[in-house]
């Protein structure tokens, strides 16, 4: 190769480097620099985070030519399914490409395109190509594609090795740009962290100089954040906490973290007492200071633990309403799009656009559905309702969440029999615990697997599990995944809150499905190996009774034609009485509880009562027993935003009463109907 040549590489590598935080810079200098150096015209067709090809950058000696052989080359769109790219994938050698005398190229990458050449269209013509893989982190992420338009022209070995090696250049750009943006992202999940959590967090270097403080440590130290960067840790302690800030130090230089207790001097003179961690700071193996969280517990430790035990509880119960009722309005909204949505479906053809969009709408508020149980999961309170949940009716329930969380690749085995003894528990909790295992199963199976799940009974002895399981009576619930498994260290560090191997994870879902199984009384434990797959157990105690069945709980339905409404929403109210109406049941709406008792005090006759739980004057449950004062018999539809368990006590079912639970649609609300109250009167003769 010419001198020039290796220097117009090393210049291609400097300008490389130049924008190497910007990937399409980075795509933009290299088609520049090999249509220069090998002219006429180069690309880079990369693919995107999806798996297929992104649009392609292109440079032409000509400009008036990019735009035409950049449409004649772009792939945007399409899947690496080809045989250009499963070639270079598997060969990572460039794939050479000439025309036989004059007449242009008829084999290029482009399928999107009826015919490759045609003299009657103003398609640019290629004599001559070379497409070079590029291979970022050792993995297949596009190409480089050459062109030459001059008839009998080709590429000679040494320009095909030269086209490989700014291909090469181009990787090693690409896999610095990439863990550029990694870095970044990582960097500001990190800093997210530091600034919401409220416990103070100082970077220490390894004289006990700070080089970071977050928000919270300043309120403790009493000083701005600002003005602690800079300022040693040893200006805010007595000469016992400076000893012992001495001999923390040394600890984490030597890689042990440490957690004690010391009082802190604030700049106004008032002491606090605080719990300290610190843990060593490493990069590439070497020490680069100390992370220090900085927790107060000065009120704690005043008040001999009761005050700070009280606020907490407080705060717990103010986030539990405050979910639950951001909730229980969301579901209002909800309803009313899944019944329109619904009411859409139903009046338009199958296959139609409106008809998938009202489907599609429909999915969504299922998602949202769940999202909002989950949210009312994490803020329950003491007013929930645990039930005895017979095993078999659960993973029945849950199958349909399994196989929409596990997708079309992972199968799903399920395994049980019908003498595996019920559990007490919230539905809602536990659905969630099981979901989120099989979520994390699906992340560990990328490329498909299966998912078993099996249930039975077992005698736990005491002391057979971890101190602090349960003995006696369990279901032993088995969930197994065939995907990738974890290091012992991973598998040890699994169930710790935030603790994630994805960098695009929260580390919440493992943490969350252990809180519950342990609120429960369960124990879980994870056995797994690199490459081997995960198998998590559940010990969940077995409840001692078991369950009414429906016919045990409910009278004999009635047939019912008049129908009361009460809900304070308007637009609720207005959705249910639209989408029961085409039944035929004459239907009163109120959107105040007291209107509706003047109503049947005065002589209104409802069969039925539909009624939301939780309304400003009187809630459902106050509404029915006062008409049921008129009425005795009257069966009761209620409505509710909140779940059963949220709802606590202050919603009791009878024989002769339900709960439906918002979102919901026509079919579900009928349903509830003639469950509650047998089948619907005839339809009016017109």
Request: include cysteine; hydrophobic fraction near 40%; aromatic fraction near 4%.
């Amino acid at each position: 190769m010419a001198y020039p040549l290796r220097y117009a590489l090393a210049d291609l590598a400097l300008a490389l480097s130049r924008v190497s935080e910007d990937t399409g810079k980075v795509c933009s200098t290299a088609a520049r620099a090999a249509a220069d150096m090998l002219g006429d015209g180069a690309g880079v067709q990369l693919l995107r985070d999806d798996g297929r090809y992104d649009a392609i950058t292109y440079h032409h000696a000509d400009d008036s030519l990019a735009e035409p052989y950049a449409q004649l080359l772009d792939r945007a769109g399409e899947l690496p399914d080809d045989d250009f790219s499963t070639s270079l994938a598997a060969s990572r050698r460039p794939v050479v490409l000439a025309a036989e005398g004059t007449e242009p190229l008829t084999e290029l990458p482009q399928p999107r395109h009826a015919a490759y050449v045609d003299p009657g269209t103003p398609t640019p013509p290629v004599h001559a190509a070379v497409l070079c893989p590029v291979i970022v982190d050792n993995t297949y992420a596009g190409y480089l594609a050459l062109t030459r338009a001059t008839p009998g022209t080709i590429y000679s070995p040494a320009e095909v090795e030269l086209a490989r090696d700014i291909a090469g250049e181009l990787s090693l750009a690409l896999s610095s740009a990439r863990a550029t943006e990694r870095l970044r992202a990582s960097e500001e999940r990190y800093r997210r962290v530091l600034e919401t959590i409220p416990e103070g967090v100082l970077q220490l270097d390894e004289t006990g100089v700070a080089t970071y403080a977050n928000e919270p440590i300043g309120v403790v130290l009493g000083l701005p954040r600002a003005q602690l960067v800079g300022v040693s840790l040893r200006g805010f302690l007595d000469e016992h906490g400076r000893a012992d800030l001495t001999r923390r130090l040394a600890e984490c230089k030597a890689g042990r973290s440490t957690v004690g207790a010391t009082s802190l001097l604030r700049a106004d003179g008032s002491r606090r007492s605080v719990r300290m961690s610190m843990m060593p700071l490493e990069d590439g193996g070497r020490h680069r200071g100390v992370l220090c969280m900085v927790t107060d517990t000065t009120d704690h430790i005043d008040a001999k633990g009761l005050k700070r035990q009280l606020d907490h509880l407080r705060r717990l119960d103010s986030m539990g309403q405050l979910i639950g009722g951001i909730s229980h309005d969301f579901n209002n909204l909800m309803t009313v799009v899944a019944g329109s949505a619904d009411m859409i479906a139903t009046t338009t053809a199958e296959g139609s656009p409106q008809h998938q969009m009202a489907q599609d709408i429909l999915q969504a508020v299922a998602t949202g559905r769940t999202l909002t149980h989950q949210l009312l999961a994490f803020g329950r309170t003491e007013g929930n309702r645990p039930e005895i949940i017979p095993i078999p009716d659960l993973l029945t329930d849950v199958q349909s969440l399994f196989s929409r969380t596990l997708g079309e690749r992972i199968g799903l085995d399920l395994a049980f029999g019908p003498d595996v003894w019920p559990v007490r528990a919230e539905r809602g909790p536990l659905e969630q615990a099981l979901v989120n295992l099989a979520a994390n199963a699906r992340d560990a199976m990328l490329h498909g697997g299966m998912l078993r799940v099996a249930a039975t009974n077992e005698v736990v002895e005491p002391g057979q599990l971890t101190e602090g399981a349960p003995a006696g009576r369990c279901v032993h619930l088995v969930i197994q995944d065939t995907g990738v498994g974890m290091s012992d260290e991973t598998r040890r560090r699994a169930l710790e809150p935030f603790f994630t191997t994805r960098p695009t994870a929260a580390g919440l879902g493992l943490a969350t499905a252990a809180g519950i199984v342990q609120g429960l009384g369960g124990h879980i434990t994870l056995e797994s190996q690199p490459r081997m797959g995960t198998t998590v157990h559940l010990y969940l105690p077995a409840a001692e009774e078991r369950p009414a069945s429906a016919v045990d709980r409910r009278v004999t339905p009635a047939v019912i034609g008049r129908v009361l409404i009460v809900e304070d929403q308007p637009e609720v109210a207005q959705l249910v009485q639209r989408l029961i109406e085409p039944a035929g049941y004459e239907i009163t709406v109120a959107t105040d509880a007291l209107t509706a008792v003047s109503q049947v005090a005065a002589g209104a006759h409802p069969d039925l009562l539909i009624t939301d739980v939780v309304m400003p004057t009187m809630t459902g449950p106050e509404l029915a027993s006062a008409l049921r004062t008129h009425r005795p018999d009257l069966p009761v539809l209620y409505m509710s935003g909140y779940t059963a368990a949220s709802l606590g006590p202050q919603l009791h079912l009878d024989a002769n009463s339900m709960l439906l639970e918002k979102p919901f649609t026509r079919s579900t609300l009928l349903g509830a109907i003639r469950a509650l109250c047998g089948p619907q009167p005839p339809k009016p003769t017109p």
